[in-house]
């Protein structure tokens, strides 16, 4: 007599399936996102800004790694992005047109090797001081090889730089990396891979002792750690994304000049880590996505662009100063105890008069901008598509009085929100 029997699989316990999404969810979905974002912003305009964004979120990330993870303010971040970047374009310019097999995919690496390099040698002098001590070595830092740039014109290309063909690279699938789509995705994979790497290194002990460093780095000496080394590897390995986002850059834009790693350039990330937020892992994305979109386009609407983002700079700091990811990590409670609606009106009456009190700020600055530097062009101009003459008072006193009545009701309305916020907060904490 036969016994039948019935073989089953064995499921995953839901604990490890949790777990496993848990650990690796946002990634996949992150993936999911990059892959499907050219389908839904699908003009040329929005795929080459977004290959920016994602060059610029590897760097404003590599530079968080040494600000945020570690404490240290430097002003010469962008040193390794453009070195970077010239050797990419150096190594690209060296096989193109050959029967060398490496694609193109892997050319990032001799920036982030580059990166690498640089930030040992500079890092074992600029590291063994911090605070402002490091903050002026590495602007000197920074200043000494942008000068070197002008002056060693064979390797640097002077001031119009070094271009390069990024479809005289061997072809692997049939993609020649004319389109720029295809760029993207290219941008779009080694953006995923550099920043799931930079999370992974601040989930490490290696990650909690720089942020003790940062922190309390007397009492990381005091337990037996060695603060210029965490430092001195901090500094290499933001070095070693930086280069990264620079051989991307030398991919996307096929050009490389010695401003790419000027003092401008490490202004800009800094704007974009401290705008983001810095006390957030997301903070730097979210100032690389914004500040990219915001310089293409206020550069595109007022020649005083720049203004606009040191005010923004000082705003943040001032008032915001854990940056837009501390803002929005401040309405998870509200959402954990779905309270945010209750809250939300008031943020709207406070955004009204806020923008108000921007549109009169502005109208100040352009009207300002037109009689002072556009004097050849005359006092007439055009604001938010009104015409009118910006010698005559009445415009003057019309951006006064709107920059002070939004002002008054935005601090007005901005109370009324912080006390809707309080009270959320507090029917959270009652039993």
């Not at 839901?14 to 996102?33: E, N, T």
């Not at 530097?373 to 938010?384: R, S, W």
């Not at 912080?418 to 959320?424: L, M, P, V």
Request: with cysteine; net charge positive.
């Amino acid at each position: 007599m036969s016994q039948k029997t019935d073989m089953k699989i064995p499921a995953l316990p839901s604990d490890k399936r949790s777990s496993f999404l848990a650990r690796f969810g946002i990634w996949i979905v992150a993936a999911i996102v990059l892959a499907g974002l050219p389908y839904v912003f699908s003009s040329g305009l929005a795929v080459s800004t977004m290959c920016m964004m994602g060059t610029m979120i590897i760097f404003a990330l590599s530079y968080n790694m040494l600000l945020g993870q570690t404490g240290l303010l430097s002003f010469g971040h962008a040193v390794f992005f453009g070195l970077g970047g010239f050797l990419t374009a150096w190594a690209m310019n060296a096989v193109a047109g050959t029967s060398s097999p490496v694609p193109l995919f892997l050319f990032p690496i001799m920036g982030g090797f580059t990166g690498l390099v640089f930030g040992i040698i500079f890092g074992a002098v600029s590291t063994k001081r911090s605070g402002t001590a490091f903050a002026m070595i590495t602007l000197g830092i920074a200043e000494l090889v942008s000068s070197s740039a002008l002056i060693l014109r064979h390797f640097f290309g002077g001031e119009e730089g070094i271009t390069l063909d990024r479809t005289d690279m061997v072809q692997v699938l049939g993609l020649s990396f004319g389109p720029q789509i295809q760029v993207y995705y290219l941008i779009a994979v080694w953006c995923l891979i550099s920043v799931a790497a930079m999370y992974a290194i601040t989930c490490t002990p290696f990650g909690r002792i720089c942020n003790a460093v940062r922190d309390n780095p007397e009492r990381v000496r005091f337990i037996g750690y060695n603060t210029q080394t965490v430092r001195f590897m901090a500094f290499s390995l933001s070095g070693l994304f930086a280069g990264i986002g620079g051989g991307l850059a030398a991919i996307n834009f096929e050009i490389m000049n010695s401003a790419q790693m000027g003092v401008g350039e490490s202004g800009a990330v800094i704007l974009m880590t401290y705008i983001g937020g810095i006390g957030n892992f997301a903070g730097p994305i979210i100032g690389a996505i914004v500040v990219t979109y915001l310089q293409l386009m206020l550069s595109d609407v007022t020649d005083v662009w720049q203004l606009y983002f040191g005010l923004l700079f000082i705003g943040m700091v001032m008032y915001a100063p854990r940056g837009l990811a501390g803002l929005l990590a401040l309405q998870q409670p509200l959402l954990q105890t779905r309270q945010l609606h209750h809250v939300a009106p008031y943020y709207i009456l406070a955004l009204l008069p806020g923008l108000v009190a921007i549109s009169g700020l502005s109208m100040v600055i352009e009207m300002t901008y037109q009689l002072a530097v556009k004097t050849a062009a005359g006092p007439a101009m055009v604001f938010f598509y009104i015409p009118f003459n910006a010698n005559s008072p009445l415009p003057w006193i019309i951006a006064v009085i709107l920059f002070a009545v939004g002002t008054w009701l935005f601090l007005r309305a901005a109370r009324l929100a912080g006390d809707a916020y309080s009270q959320a907060l507090a029917w959270r904490k009652l039993p």
